[in-house]
C-alpha cells in the first residue's frame, strides 16, 4: 500500500505532528512517501526519511509559503495524479487543513478529519464528544483516502532510514497567487511551548478577566518549566491570545501535569488535554465535568487557592 | 458589496449531543441553534456592507427543515435573505457533498464575498470552506481574526500557532473567520420582526443541477465504543491542606 504524508515544513524543520503522522505510515504502508513544499523542504528530507519516507518530493521554493495552499494543491494534485497512493495523511495544522481540504475538490476523494488512529488502508478512528466515545468509521470513494490526524495521537520515533528527494517543478500559474502571505508576526509567550511543556497550567471563564490569569504565570513561574494556556471561553473573551487556546480549535496538549483553574470541562476543552498524565483542576463549580476527569479535583475559590499553591511552591524552593 | 455568509443549523451547543444507531448525530427532534461560530462571520459581513454602505449579505444554509430556525436568527442580525438547500438525500452527508452542495448554491449567486466560521460546533472537520472555495476556483482566506477592505483588495489577520500573518487577496474570495474576531451584535426586537418577512428561498438538491450521486456519503460508522473511564480520580473541598495536596501530585509527577 502507498501511504503518502503532507509534511509541514519550515526552515526549522518538519513540524512535530509531521513526524507523528510519519511514524504511523511507516506502519501502515510498504511504500512511504512524504510531500514538502516551500523553503526548508530538502533540508526536512533528512529527518523525514529518518522517521520514516523513503521518497520525499520536494520544493524549496518560496511560492509555497508566500500564497495560501492554492500552489501547494496544483503541485500536489499533480503527484497525487501521477503517483496514485493509496492513503494521504496529515498533521492537523492551518495549512495542512487548508492542502487536504482543496486536494479533496481535485480527487473527489473522502476526507476524514480529527482521526486519533488509522486502522487500515480503509478505516480510521476518531474520538468524539469530548473524547468519551471511540468512532471507527469506513471510507470508500476514490483513491487517495485523505486523512487528517489529530496533534500528539502518535509518538514519533526515527527509524533511521534516508529518503531519495524527488524535486517537484514549482511552475505556477499566475492565477493560483492570489492570497499572498506579505507578513508574519510573533506573539509567542515566554516560557517554555504550550506543546512541549511537563506542566500546563490553564485558565478558563472563571477567572473573570484578564487580570487574573497574572495568578497564573506567577504559579507557572514558580514550577519551572510551566507554560500558560487557556480555554476557549478565556481566549473568546479577548483575555488571552488565541495561541493559548487548548482544545478542539486550538491546541492538544500532553504534559506531565495538568493543572487548571476556572474550567469547567467543555467537551471541545477535554478534546485538548484529556491526554494528560495528571489532572488538577480547581473550580467552584462542584458538578463540573473536568472534575470527571480530574485526578484530584479542588472544589474551591481559585483566588485562594492558586495564590497559596504558588507560596507554598516557593517555599519549598526555598527551603523556609 | 455582496456578501454570502455560510451558516450551518446545530444541535444545542450547551446541550449533550446524542448519537442515533447508525452513529450519527441526532438532529431530528434535537433542540438546536444557529451554530454560535457562524455569528463571527455574519457580523463581519454585516460591518463590511454597512461600511460600503451598498449590497446584500445572503446566508446560505444545507440541512433539515429545522434548519430554518437558524437562517432566522442570522436575518434577524441583519443579513438581507436566505437560502436553504433541504433534501432527503442530504442526511448523513459527508465534507464533500456539504462542499459540492454549497459551491452549487453560490454559483448561483452574484458576490464579491463569502465568509463561514473556521468549524463548525458539531462536526469540527474544519476543511469544507477550503474546498468549496477550490471548486470554485477562489482564493481561500481561513482563520481570519481582522478583515480590512479597501477597494477590492481584503487584508486578512490569519491566526497562527505563534501569532497571526498578513494575507492579501483580490475579490471575490472565501475567508473564514474565527471565533473571537467580531463581537456578533445581538437581533433587536425590530430586527426579529422584519426576518419573518425576509425572502427565504428554498432549494433541493435537483435545482442545483445535483443527483442523489453527487452526495453519496463516502463514510460509514462501523463501530461505536465507549472510552475507558477515568480510574481513581479524587474531589476534595479546598481547605488549608489543599496546596500540600496539589505539590504531591506535582512531586510524584517528577515536575516540582
Request: aromatic fraction near 4%; proline fraction near 4%; charge should be negative.
Given at each position: 500500500?502507498?501511504?503518502?504524508?503532507?509534511?509541514?515544513?519550515?526552515?526549522?524543520?518538519?513540524?512535530?505532528?509531521?513526524?507523528?503522522?510519519?511514524?504511523?505510515?511507516?506502519?501502515?504502508?510498504?511504500?512511504?512517501?512524504?510531500v514538502a513544499l516551500g523553503p526548508g523542504a530538502k533540508a526536512a528530507a533528512g529527518p523525514l526519511g529518518e522517521h520514516g519516507?523513503?521518497?520525499v518530493f520536494a520544493s524549496d521554493d518560496a511560492v509555497f509559503d508566500d500564497h495560501l495552499a492554492q500552489p501547494a494543491v496544483h503541485a500536489l494534485a499533480g503527484l497525487v495524479e501521477e503517483h496514485q497512493p493509496d492513503v494521504m495523511l496529515f498533521p492537523t495544522s492551518y495549512d495542512a487543513r487548508d492542502v487536504a481540504g482543496r486536494l479533496q475538490a481535485r480527487t473527489g476523494s473522502t476526507l476524514m478529519a480529527n482521526a486519533t488512529d488509522v486502522l487500515g488502508p480503509d478505516t480510521a478512528r476518531t474520538e468524539i464528544l469530548g473524547g468519551t466515545k471511540i468512532v471507527d468509521v469506513e471510507l470508500s470513494g476514490p483513491a487517495p483516502k485523505l486523512v487528517l490526524i489529530r496533534p500528539q495521537s502518535f509518538e514519533a520515533k526515527?527509524?533511521?532510514?534516508?529518503?531519495?528527494?524527488?524535486?517537484?517543478?514549482?511552475?505556477?500559474?499566475?492565477?493560483?497567487?492570489?492570497?499572498e502571505r506579505t507578513e508574519r508576526h510573533e506573539e509567542e509567550s515566554s516560557g517554555p511551548r504550550l506543546e512541549d511543556a511537563k506542566v500546563v497550567v490553564a485558565g478558563g471563564r472563571g477567572l473573570g478577566g484578564p487580570e487574573a490569569f497574572e495568578l497564573l504565570d506567577k504559579l507557572a513561574a514558580a514550577i519551572g518549566n510551566a507554560a500558560v494556556g487557556a480555554s476557549r471561553a478565556a481566549v473568546d473573551a479577548g483575555w488571552v491570545p488565541y495561541s493559548y487556546q487548548v482544545g478542539q480549535t486550538g491546541k492538544t496538549?500532553?504534559?506531565?501535569?495538568?493543572?487548571?483553574?476556572?474550567?469547567?470541562?467543555?467537551l471541545q476543552h477535554l478534546v485538548g488535554m484529556k491526554g494528560a498524565k495528571r489532572i488538577v483542576a480547581i473550580t467552584k463549580d462542584a458538578d463540573a465535568p473536568i472534575l470527571k476527569i480530574a485526578d484530584l479535583g479542588v472544589v474551591g475559590d481559585l483566588f485562594q487557592v492558586v495564590p497559596a499553591l504558588t507560596e507554598e511552591i516557593e517555599k519549598r524552593r526555598t527551603g523556609s | 458589496m455582496n456578501v454570502i455568509v455560510l451558516t450551518k443549523w446545530v444541535p444545542e451547543p450547551e446541550g449533550t449531543p446524542k448519537l442515533g444507531d447508525d452513529g450519527l448525530l441526532v438532529r431530528e427532534g434535537a433542540d438546536g441553534a444557529l451554530d454560535p461560530g457562524d455569528e463571527y462571520g455574519l457580523e463581519a459581513a454585516l460591518q463590511l456592507v454597512e461600511t460600503v454602505g451598498e449590497g446584500e449579505v445572503t446566508l446560505i444554509s444545507m440541512g433539515p427543515e429545522v434548519a430554518h430556525a437558524a437562517l432566522?436568527?442570522?436575518?434577524a442580525m441583519g443579513a438581507h435573505n436566505g437560502v436553504r438547500i433541504t433534501?432527503?438525500?442530504?442526511?448523513?452527508?459527508?465534507?464533500?457533498?456539504?462542499?459540492?452542495?454549497?459551491?452549487k448554491a453560490i454559483e448561483r449567486q452574484d458576490f464579491d464575498l463569502v465568509i463561514a466560521g473556521v468549524e463548525s460546533t458539531d462536526g469540527y472537520t474544519g476543511t469544507v470552506p477550503a474546498t468549496i472555495a477550490e471548486l470554485l476556483s477562489l482564493p481561500s482566506l481561513t482563520f481570519a481574526r481582522e478583515l480590512h477592505l479597501s477597494d477590492d483588495t481584503l487584508t486578512i489577520e490569519r491566526q497562527t500557532a505563534?501569532?497571526?500573518?498578513?494575507?492579501?487577496s483580490p475579490l471575490p474570495a472565501v475567508v473564514t473567520v474565527t471565533a473571537g474576531a467580531t463581537e456578533p451584535r445581538y437581533p433587536s426586537l425590530?430586527?426579529?420582526?422584519?426576518?419573518?418577512?425576509?425572502?427565504?428561498?428554498?432549494?433541493?438538491?435537483a435545482d442545483l443541477g445535483l443527483s442523489a450521486d453527487d452526495v453519496q456519503p463516502t463514510q460509514k460508522v462501523v463501530n461505536v465504543t465507549d472510552a475507558p473511564p477515568k480510574q481513581g480520580g479524587e474531589t476534595i473541598e479546598a481547605d488549608d491542606t489543599t496546596p500540600a495536596r496539589i505539590v504531591e501530585v506535582l512531586v510524584e509527577a517528577k515536575v516540582l
Open positions: 500500500m502507498k501511504v503518502w504524508v503532507w509534511a509541514d515544513v519550515t526552515e526549522d524543520g518538519p513540524s512535530s505532528g509531521t513526524l507523528e503522522v510519519l511514524t504511523k505510515a511507516r506502519d501502515l504502508g510498504d511504500e512511504v512517501a512524504a519516507a523513503t521518497t526515527a527509524s533511521g532510514g534516508t529518503a531519495e528527494v524527488i524535486e517537484v517543478p514549482a511552475d505556477i500559474p499566475g492565477e493560483l497567487k492570489n492570497a496538549v500532553k504534559p506531565e501535569v495538568y493543572l487548571c483553574a476556572g474550567i469547567s470541562g467543555a | 432566522q436568527r442570522g436575518l433534501d432527503d438525500a442530504l442526511r448523513g452527508s459527508d465534507s464533500l457533498a456539504t462542499a459540492r452542495v454549497l459551491a505563534t501569532g497571526y500573518d498578513d494575507v492579501v425590530k430586527g426579529v420582526m422584519a426576518a419573518k418577512s425576509k425572502p427565504v428561498e428554498t432549494l433541493s438538491l
